[in-house]
T-cell receptor, first 115, second 112 residues
Framework: AQKVTQAQTEISVVEKEDVTLDCVYE???????LFWYKQPPSGELVFLIR??????QNEISGRYSWNFQKSTSSFNFTITASQVVDSAVYFC????????????FGRGTQLTVWP | DSGVTQTPKHLITATGQRVTLRCSPR?????VYWYQQSLDQGLQFLIQ???????AKGNILERFSAQQFPDLHSELNLSSLELGDSALYFC???????????FGPGTRLTVL
């Protein structure tokens, strides 16, 4: 069975602090994909990144970086120098590579960045 | 803007009623997915269509049904509505060889 766990329900930081959102996943598949989505207060779900199970290279995009470690089944997301506009709910998700189908979502982490 | 459109944005109805939610995928995308987001259950996969055919089913109630039309737009029909069906319903689409799913803005359903 597939499962995604985001143990942090809520995180509050002050602007310019770095923050890491944790994601732990479970799957028996050898091929799979991991995702992060952002849901701002307006409600839409915004795609941030996709990672496949064969690529453990860390990725950086501006203030965002992702750390994928198969050994610990984790795919953590770090925001550097956080800003008020980063306030949102962040979801980690898993997709089984063999079916290219549904996403299995974690429960999300509510990030609040205070000015 | 993801390129996925959903209508209506908001829907308020009464218990026992039936509603239809509409989704248009991104140009060129063949797959359409429906998800339900509620406080209790989080984001739950309901159903997937690929080029007009049902591909996968998730936690979709028998009172709910969906279809994808030849022009690839999709509709989610919810009938005999209950208070617990109040939720945000998302549609997503993905390209034929891609598996990033791009989400529409959602339809917020309120059942009174």
């Amino acid at each position: 069975a597939q499962k995604v766990t985001q143990a942090q329900t809520e995180i509050s930081v002050v602007e310019k602090e770095d923050v890491t959102l944790d994601c732990v996943y479970e799957t028996r598949d050898t091929t799979y994909y991991l995702f992060w989505y952002k849901q701002p207060p307006s409600g839409e779900l915004v795609f941030l990144i996709r990672r496949n199970s064969f690529d453990e290279q860390n990725e950086i995009s501006g203030r965002y970086s992702w750390n994928f470690q198969k050994s610990t089944s984790s795919f953590n997301f770090t925001i550097t120098a956080s800003q008020v506009v980063d306030s949102a709910v962040y979801f980690c998700a898993l997709n089984r590579g063999s079916t290219l189908g549904r996403l299995y979502f974690g429960r999300g982490t509510q990030l609040t960045v205070w000015p | 803007d993801s390129g996925v459109t959903q209508t209506p944005k908001h829907l308020i109805t009464a218990t026992g009623q039936r509603v239809t939610l509409r989704c248009s995928p991104r140009s060129g995308d063949l797959s359409v997915y429906w998800y339900q987001q509620s406080l209790d259950q989080g984001l739950q996969f309901l159903i997937q269509y690929y080029n007009g055919e049902e591909r996968a089913k998730g936690n979709i109630l028998e009172r709910f049904s969906a279809q994808q039309f030849p022009d690839l737009h999709s509709e989610l029909n919810l009938s005999s509505l209950e208070l617990g069906d109040s939720a945000l319903y998302f549609c997503a689409s993905s390209a034929p060889r891609g598996n990033e799913q791009f989400f529409g803005p959602g339809t917020r359903l309120t059942v009174l």
